[in-house]
């Protein structure tokens, strides 16, 4: 893989990753932009001892463009994108529209005594899986799915070495359903200036259980329980299984995890990476196959932070969508929404077997 960084018009840096050695990329950004936004600001919750950002930028983000008028298109002639080059294989470059940021124009004031304000320090990037703007990660062949794993892995820890970031997550979000505004294949990583509420709460657990079992890993312990079952399994290799968790909130919720304790995508091997994609393709196109449409899903990596309680953390992908049937979607309501209490529609054991039939 050859990596090639660039600065955009405004400063934004753009990194290709190439599956070529002789790939050039000194096609220069000939759009005439404004200065990136300013950092957003981040109010703490005292109520739930969380962090919320309030980034007003956003509202004037790009929304459903036509397909004519992708941004994460090549620039071919005088119709320039974010990427300035007429092809690519995998590019990384820092969201125009960033949550997070590093550029902090002014400390914020104090809202009350209980709600401290901070800058939202850190980083939002986009990864474009590919040029072709009709394709689908479940189209991608294993190769490109290895150089979009190398590249999530190269952000990992370049962000993560960044001053006060302390998690680095990586997502992909697929479907009008879920809430997209663009519809080239694309995914975001997010480096947080703090460990995020759900990663809090999965550490908790796996600390607890390291307490009672003298370091059991919990994530492992539980893999291991379900590749002994294997009710819920729904497929696996020699180095990965995607099973159905036995208390999966979503209607189709998947993990994909190595065998191997990892704490992220870094830290897995040549052989792990290369057995990746052919599973997780597979996966995807059982998705897809279950109502025989494009299923809306969100892939999200659950990576362990970068300073704080690596040795809990267990690497893995969780795949789930909010279609639970060929008509209908899974809404986040009363329950869910307001107490944070899911309620599933499908048991995950039904899920599984569905998934192994589709």
Same mark, same amino acid.
């Given at each position: 893989m050859k990596r090639t960084a660039i600065d955009l018009a405004d400063g934004r840096e753009l990194i290709y990753f190439d599956e070529r050695d002789d790939a050039v990329r000194d096609q220069p950004d000939r759009r005439d932009l404004p200065p990136p936004p300013p950092a957003s600001q981040l109010r703490y919750d005292p109520l739930t001892d969380e962090w919320v950002a309030v980034a007003v930028h956003r509202q004037t983000r790009i929304f459903l463009p036509p397909a004519n008028e992708c941004p994460l298109d090549p620039s071919v002639g005088d119709r320039l994108t974010e990427i300035p080059a007429p092809d690519y294989d995998v590019?990384?470059?820092?969201?125009?529209? %960033?949550?997070?940021?590093?550029?902090?124009?002014?400390e914020p004031?104090?809202?009350?005594?209980?709600? %401290?304000?901070?800058?939202?320090?850190?980083?939002?990037?986009?990864?474009?899986?590919?040029?072709?703007?009709?394709?689908?990660?479940?189209?991608?062949?294993?190769?490109?799915?290895?150089?979009?794993?190398?590249?999530?892995?190269?952000?990992?820890?370049?962000?993560?070495?960044? %001053?006060?970031?302390?998690?680095?997550?990586?997502?992909?979000?697929?479907?009008?359903?879920?809430?997209?505004? &663009?519809?080239?294949?694309?995914?975001?990583? +997010?480096? +947080?200036?703090?460990?995020?509420?759900?990663?809090?709460?999965?550490?908790?657990?796996?600390?607890?259980?390291?307490?009672?079992?003298?370091?059991?890993?919990? +994530?492992?312990?539980?893999?291991?329980?379900?590749?002994?079952?294997?009710?819920?399994?729904?497929?696996?290799?020699?180095?990965?299984?995607?099973?159905?968790?036995?208390?999966?909130?979503?209607?189709?919720?998947?993990?994909?995890?190595?065998?191997?304790?990892?704490?992220?995508? %870094?830290?897995?091997?040549?052989?792990?990476?290369?057995?990746?994609?052919?599973l997780y393709l597979d996966l995807l196109r059982r998705f897809d196959g279950l109502f025989d449409m494009p299923m809306p899903y969100i892939s999200a990596w659950h990576q362990a932070p970068v300073?704080?309680?690596?040795?809990?953390?267990?690497?893995?992908?969780? &795949?789930?969508?909010i279609r639970r049937a060929q008509d209908k979607l899974k809404y986040l309501a009363g329950s869910e929404s307001g107490m944070g209490v899911f309620i599933n529609d499908i048991a995950p054991e039904r899920a599984a077997e569905l998934l192994r039939a589709a």
């Open positions: 590019v990384v470059f820092e969201n125009r529209f %960033p949550s997070l940021s590093g550029r902090v124009a002014e004031g104090e809202i009350t005594p209980f709600t %401290p304000v901070r800058p939202g320090l850190g980083r939002c990037e986009v990864v474009c899986f590919t040029s072709d703007h009709n394709a689908s990660f479940a189209s991608l062949p294993p190769r490109r799915v290895r150089t979009v794993l190398d590249a999530l892995a190269d952000r990992t820890e370049v962000l993560g070495a960044l %001053p006060g970031v302390e998690q680095i997550f990586c997502f992909e979000n697929r479907g009008v359903e879920i809430g997209v505004t &663009l519809h080239h294949p694309h995914g975001q990583i +997010y480096a +947080y200036p703090f460990v995020t509420p759900r990663t809090r709460a999965l550490l908790a657990a796996a600390r607890r259980h390291a307490e009672r079992t003298g370091g059991g890993n919990l +994530y492992a312990d539980v893999l291991a329980a379900e590749r002994a079952t294997g009710d819920r399994v729904v497929a696996e290799n020699e180095h990965w299984t995607a099973f159905v968790p036995a208390a999966a909130r979503w209607p189709f919720e998947v993990h994909v995890a190595p065998h191997r304790v990892v704490p992220d995508i %870094p830290a897995l091997s040549d052989s792990e990476r290369d057995a990746f994609g052919p300073r704080v309680d690596r040795e809990l953390g267990h690497l893995h992908l969780q &795949l789930f969508s």
